[in-house]
């Protein structure tokens, strides 16, 4: 039974799938949902939307045959590779639905799940999300994860859902709420976060991907993890401002011991801390101000290709 936020059942979920190079992955992908799909129909009309952020594989074929045999199946084709985080944002600010459900196609995140997560949404929660309690990966890397994600947590100007996944259902509110942010590098679980609205998240162990090789490697994982804490915190900013009595400290007790002594080790001493100190200071401001500079573009993240895409024109072919 809906609450009263939810007094109406949706006419339409749009299921948002990113790929990239994933020609393998996609047939078993599909196999797995289409089940899930068979079961949501029942009560809701269906749309699944394929966001192929610019594959050089077979993707796009593939998915063009799927197509060829589901009227539901739906396709986006960016015309570069724009990263994972701005695919989904072309995702959500380009698919029509009443629900939005994001999962990945590697199924490291069980479709299976979304039944559980309509589940929640018709008890009256806006946002359902996946809560990686753990995954299949060295003890070394759970640890770094683990630690990353208190780190951010706790350094973060808004909320932060610990062990958040983009793995989630929203409904539109919450998506039009998410999408409102204009910011040239998205970290879109902790926009979710930030937007409020009743949510929950449900605990999963994260499983292998089924085919394939991820393409989600050390650079990639450093690159997200800057861009996830310039996005969460002003924190590095206002270091220089908490160390400046500790700097004023040391330099003076340096300059002091100078005098005193005429040796130049505690000149060194100065000139060290105080590199330290201004260098530390003046990359945090221009970290900052070049993602305030390129926010400041509004550029789009992502353009679509429509030549190799299949749009939603309405929400009456949910059928």
């Known amino acids: 039974m809906l609450d009263d936020g939810h007094s109406r059942s949706p006419s339409l979920i749009t299921v948002i799938v990113p790929v990239f190079n994933e020609a393998e992955v996609i047939p078993l992908f599909f196999s797995r949902i289409q089940p899930v799909l068979a079961k949501i129909k029942e009560n809701y009309k269906v749309n699944l939307l394929f966001l192929n952020n610019a594959s050089t594989d077979k993707s796009f074929e593939v998915i063009s045959e799927i197509r060829g045999d589901f009227n539901f199946v739906h396709l986006i084709t960016m015309s570069s590779n724009v990263g994972y985080q701005k695919s989904i944002e072309c995702g959500l600010r380009n698919a029509k639905g009443d629900i939005f459900v994001v999962i990945d196609v590697d199924c490291e995140d069980p479709p299976e799940m979304i ?17 990686r309690a753990d995954r299949s990966e060295n003890k070394i890397m759970k640890l770094c994860r683990k630690f990353f994600y208190h780190i951010v947590r706790k350094v973060s100007d808004d909320e932060i859902l610990l062990y958040m996944a983009e793995f989630a259902l929203l ?3 919450v998506r039009d709420a998410t999408i409102a942010s204009l910011d040239s590098f998205p970290f879109l679980r902790s926009s979710m976060a930030r937007v409020g609205f009743k949510r929950i998240g449900i605990s999963y162990k994260r499983q292998p991907r089924i085919a394939g090789e991820t393409h989600y ?16 915190t002003t924190l590095p900013l206002r270091f220089p401002l908490y160390f400046m009595p ?8 340096s300059i002091w011991g100078y005098f005193i002594s005429g040796t130049y080790t505690y000149l060194l001493l100065f000139t060290t801390i105080s590199c330290i100190y201004i260098g530390g200071a003046l990359s945090a401001i221009a970290l900052y101000l070049a993602r305030t500079y390129k926010n400041g573009l509004q550029r789009p993240n992502y353009f679509i290709h429509n030549r190799y895409s299949f749009l939603q024109e309405s929400l009456a072919e949910g059928d």
């Open 115 to 131: 039944l559980q997560f309509i589940d929640h949404y018709e008890k009256g929660f806006d946002l359902v999300y996946g809560l």
């Open 171 to 173: 409904t539109s509110e």
């Open 217 to 232: 490697n050390l650079y990639g994982m450093t690159v997200f993890a800057i861009a996830s804490i310039l996005s969460s």
């Open 246 to 253: 500790w700097w004023t400290i040391g330099s003076v007790a």
